[in-house]
């Protein structure tokens, strides 16, 4: 069984800065990409950044030079430090990874860390 947790949500200022966690556990052999996305109240869920497993990070567009995705393999943790929130950063922040099972790959989703943005 494999878990992602998430954690580091809550409630900042406008201006201000969090970093979410998410850390892997359980049984399988590596992890592929590791992402984040989020989701809005009556939204689609949507990408904000993408790191494989040597380091490739790839970013929405718009939130470039804000958000940082990094991980550590040692680990099995995919971070997001996120700095200059907007009102329109709040969403359920959810952790993704593609899992290495051996006899094949699966992705797994976390439980969804809440961030709000107060202006």
């Known amino acids: 069984q494999v878990q992602l947790v998430e954690s580091g949500g809550g409630l900042v200022q406008t201006g201000g800065s969090l970093r979410l966690s998410c850390a892997a556990s359980g049984s399988f052999y590596s992890i592929n990409n590791m992402g984040w996305y989020r989701q809005a109240p009556g939204k689609q869920r949507e990408l904000v950044a993408v790191?494989?497993?040597?380091?490739?990070?790839n970013y929405v567009e718009s939130l470039k030079g804000r958000f940082t995705i990094s991980r550590d393999n040692a680990k099995n943790t995919v971070y997001l430090q996120m700095n200059s929130l907007k009102p329109e950063d709040t969403a359920v922040y959810y952790c993704?990874?593609?899992?290495?099972?051996?006899?094949?790959?699966?992705?797994?989703w976390g439980q969804g860390t809440q961030v709000t943005v107060s202006s």
């Open positions: 993704n990874a593609n899992f290495n099972l051996g006899w094949s790959t699966h992705a797994y």
């Open positions: 790191i494989t497993s040597g380091g490739t990070t």
